[in-house]
């Protein structure tokens, strides 16, 4: 392979074993080596952050399992490109008798229209899909695709993995250019790769590069730094700055700033982000962050949600803008999230308590002769549409999850859980 190729090109995984930080799936025991040595390959989707190896998975998969290898990006390809490759997959299935595989990178980003068009595809085995996602299949995939195919999570590389393919990296560069370069700190590359291994490869490729005609061979975090801060790209929608900018988005917002707030989503608009990703995280912020505080606030996301996907761009971007404004602007509350926290850290630690008699339900005699639901007091028949009465098993029955936060909504809702509960809350 030349030289002029990218370092991360050249190291690109040729076996299952030489990919890093995916044992459960590539392991002796793990999914995906089980089903090539059974030859059992189904549609698969791989879900995962960048640069954990989900396209050479898939890459990978073909060459073993004797299939031809057909790619297309989501980003760029229409409907029209995914018939022509389904099309000349056909034509290859006669021929060797084995369904070629058509892996697809951010199939996320396609819309239900072009994913439609691979369901009969798949159903007919005409092909074999390979899907690679940075997002939630379960958000982004139809149900239909989705329950033909087995979905596969990858890792994000530990900090053992990362330093162990900084050592590989580095290795081959001095191999490839016949340097003898040494890294004597490895966090700068760490942290700015952000656990993406693709990104951790180029930045030791870029900073390497840059010293080669000069007298330092010793890589320390300084050197780093000198030239990563150069040459940092303003944003990269495949993952380079994906995670910095979106936490910085929440952030602002979280933190009450519009003006950071709108700065760092015109970043994203700039950069040619999905749209449904950004009004999905503000999704999760008005719960997470303002909850009961503003209840108003995840309708108001939501609505932002339905409707930048019947607008689209270029006007999708005011109402992204409207509500981020608004998602800021709003009192801030996490008592929800905290309390569903909590409440699972603690049916971890407790296991299965047994629910209380009298609100288990009882659809046969002899569940009403064991007293299932017998003294079950019915709120309704009762002043006010309430009545003091047990609603945790026993055994943690003063326990409580949920704090009402310091705003005015949640100062109304405490008072009523006093006024109506006394000691209890």
Same mark, same amino acid.
């Given at each position: 392979?030349?030289?002029?190729?990218?370092?991360?090109?050249? %190291?690109?995984?040729?076996?299952?074993?030489?990919?890093?930080?995916?044992?459960?799936?590539?392991?002796? +025991?793990?999914?995906?080596?089980?089903?090539?040595?059974?030859?059992?390959? *189904?549609?698969?989707?791989?879900?995962?952050?960048?640069?954990?190896? +989900?396209?050479?998975?898939?890459?990978?998969?073909?060459?073993?399992?004797?299939?031809? =290898?057909?790619?297309?990006?989501? @980003?760029?390809?229409?409907?029209?490109?995914?018939?022509?490759?389904?099309?000349?997959? $056909?034509?290859?299935?006669? =021929?060797?008798? &084995?369904?070629?595989?058509?892996?697809?990178?951010?199939?996320?980003?396609?819309?239900?229209?072009?994913?439609?068009?691979?369901? #009969?595809?798949?159903?007919?085995?005409?092909?074999?899909?390979?899907?690679?996602?940075?997002?939630?299949?379960?958000?982004? @995939?139809?149900?239909?695709?989705?329950?033909?195919?087995?979905?596969?999570?990858?890792?994000?590389?530990?900090?053992?993995?990362?330093?162990?393919?900084?050592?590989?990296?580095?290795?081959?560069?001095?191999?490839?250019?016949?340097?003898?370069?040494?890294? &004597?700190?490895?966090?700068?590359?760490?942290?700015?790769?952000?656990?993406?291994?693709?990104?951790?490869?180029?930045?030791?490729?870029?900073?390497?590069?840059?010293?080669?005609?000069?007298?330092? $061979?010793?890589?320390?975090?300084?050197?780093? %730094?000198?030239?990563?801060?150069?040459? %940092?790209?303003?944003?990269?929608? *495949?993952?380079?700055? #994906?995670?910095?900018?979106?936490?910085?988005?929440?952030?602002?917002?979280?933190?009450?700033?519009?003006?950071?707030? @709108?700065?760092?989503?015109?970043?994203?608009?700039?950069?040619?982000?999905?749209?449904?990703?950004?009004?999905?995280?503000?999704?999760?912020?008005?719960?997470?962050?303002?909850?009961?505080?503003?209840? *108003?606030?995840?309708?108001?996301?939501?609505?932002?949600?339905?409707?930048?996907?019947?607008?689209?761009?270029?006007?999708?971007?005011?109402?992204?803008?409207?509500?981020?404004?608004?998602?800021?602007?709003?009192?801030?509350?996490?008592?929800? !999230?905290?309390?569903?926290?909590?409440?699972?850290?603690?049916?971890?630690?407790?296991?299965?308590?047994?629910?209380?008699? #009298?609100?288990?339900?009882?659809?046969?005699?002899? %569940?009403?002769?064991?007293? !299932?639901?017998?003294?079950?007091?019915?709120? #309704?028949?009762?002043?006010?549409?309430?009545?003091?009465?047990?609603?945790?098993?026993?055994?943690?029955?003063?326990?409580?999850?949920?704090?009402?936060?310091?705003?005015?909504?949640? &100062?109304?809702? !405490?008072?009523?859980?006093?006024?109506?509960?006394?000691?209890? !809350?």
């Amino acid at each position: 392979m030349s030289q002029n190729t990218p370092l991360a090109e050249r %190291m690109r995984p040729k076996n299952l074993d030489e990919v890093l930080g995916q044992e459960h799936l590539t392991g002796e +025991k793990g999914t995906i080596r089980k089903m090539l040595e059974n030859d059992t390959l *189904n549609s698969l989707i791989l879900w995962g952050p960048p640069g954990t190896g +989900k396209t050479t998975m898939a890459e990978i998969i073909s060459e073993k399992s004797g299939r031809k =290898f057909f790619k297309l990006s989501a @980003v760029s390809s229409g409907v029209k490109d995914v018939r022509d490759v389904i099309d000349e997959a $056909k034509k290859q299935n006669l =021929f060797s008798g &084995k369904s070629p595989i058509l892996f697809i990178d951010e199939i996320h980003r396609f819309n239900k229209s072009q994913q439609d068009s691979l369901l #009969h595809a798949v159903e007919k085995g005409w092909i074999v899909l390979i899907g690679a996602t940075t997002e939630n299949p379960s958000f982004e @995939v139809v149900s239909a695709l989705l329950s033909r195919s087995q979905v596969y999570i990858l890792k994000a590389l530990s900090h053992e993995k990362l330093e162990e393919l900084i050592d590989i990296a580095l290795e081959r560069f001095n191999k490839d250019e016949k340097t003898d370069f040494t890294i &004597k700190e490895k966090q700068a590359f760490i942290q700015y790769s952000g656990g993406d291994g693709r990104k951790l490869i180029n930045s030791v490729e870029l900073v390497l590069s840059q010293f080669i005609n000069s007298e330092i $061979k010793e890589i320390s975090n300084d050197e780093v %730094m000198e030239v990563l801060q150069e040459t %940092m790209a303003l944003y990269d929608k *495949n993952g380079e700055q #994906h995670y910095d900018i979106i936490s910085a988005f929440i952030k602002s917002m979280r933190g009450g700033d519009p003006n950071g707030a @709108v700065y760092w989503l015109a970043r994203m608009i700039a950069g040619g982000e999905d749209i449904k990703f950004i009004a999905r995280r503000m999704l999760i912020l008005a719960s997470e962050d303002i909850g009961l505080a503003n209840p *108003n606030a995840l309708v108001i996301a939501n609505n932002c949600f339905q409707a930048i996907n019947v607008i689209g761009n270029p006007e999708a971007r005011i109402l992204l803008s409207e509500t981020a404004i608004y998602l800021a602007v709003s009192p801030k509350s996490n008592s929800a !999230y905290m309390a569903i926290n909590d409440a699972l850290a603690f049916v971890k630690k407790t296991g299965n308590l047994p629910v209380p008699l #009298h609100l288990r339900n009882a659809p046969t005699k002899l %569940m009403k002769d064991l007293d !299932y639901g017998k003294e079950y007091k019915y709120a #309704h028949s009762y002043e006010g549409n309430f009545v003091n009465q047990d609603f945790l098993p026993e055994e943690i029955n003063e326990v409580k999850f949920y704090e009402p936060g310091n705003n005015a909504t949640e &100062k109304k809702i !405490y008072e009523e859980l006093k006024k109506k509960w006394s000691d209890k !809350y």
